[in-house]
């Protein structure tokens, strides 16, 4: 049994590793919501972004590329990412039943995890970053890393950008317009293609960068990293309200807090239950919020 102080750090270390871990779900999840808020379709590929960003990382750190441009490329391959599947995936069948979406986005997360091993094999990967990130810095009880730091510094940094983007720009009143009602956002004469495009793209580049730093969080890539995380950040969007960008960044945080809590506080022969325990919570909230933390009801397209 611990005493009151070593309870406190270690309580306090979990608090910080779950304010690590929600800043990841939250990048992936904000994705999520905002393909969801204007087309009202889950892109259950968009995990597997942050499976390529990471591949993509891994690749370029080993060809000795310095970690800030890495930062960027992965922002841009992400961003393109996002575009191809949509232009090649989701534009053709727009207008066609949610369920065709859905199905199309399952297709395609499956299609890219199956390049990816025929390409790469299915053998795990040693995920290496600068040693510089890599340092294990200790305040009082409390310790992390350098990288854990940059996790959360970066993550905010990119969320807040793209919150201004959507609140205060012509192409976030757009976006706005467009999740409000698709036709009439036509009708008003916004480009909606491009709209689509634009938030597919903004969404891919988080999941990209999310990549790179779950790849450093966790040490170890392969072409299935990314379906998990994925599902947990769906998890996280629908907790916070599918649809809504501040609702994904606190059911990201949520999320994260949650699951390491439940690791973290109950006898280390649960821990093994975690993934069970996020699908539970998602459970028991809709039980009680049908529309998430700060979710509303929307009128169904087709």
Known sequence: MLGPPKMLGYLTQQCINGLILGSLYALVA??????????RLINFAHGDILMIGAFITLGLTLAGIPFPVIVIMVLCAGALM??????????PMRGAPQVTGFIASLAVSVLIQN??????????????????????????PVSFRSLDVVIVILAWILMGI???????????????????????????????????????AMGGSLAGIAGLLWGGKYGQIDPFSGFVPGLKAFVAAVIGGVGSITGAVLGGYLLGFAEILFVGLLPPI????????VFVTLILILLVLPTGLLGRKTEERA
């Open 82 to 91: 996002g575009v191809l599947i949509e232009r090649i995936a989701f534009r």
């Open 30 to 39: 904000i994705g999520f919501s905002m393909i969801y808020g204007i087309l």
């Open 115 to 140: 390049v990816t091993l025929l390409t790469l094999t299915a053998q795990p990967r040693n995920f290496f970053l600068p040693k510089y990130l890599q340092t294990v810095l200790s305040v009082g």
């Open 270 to 277: 649960h821990s093994g239950y975690r993934n069970a325990f």
């Open 162 to 200: 793209l919150v201004l983007l959507v609140k205060t720009t012509r192409l976030g009143m757009a976006m706005r317009a467009t999740a409000e009602n698709l036709e009439v956002a036509r009708l008003m004469g916004i480009n909606i293609d491009r709209v689509i495009m634009l938030a597919f």
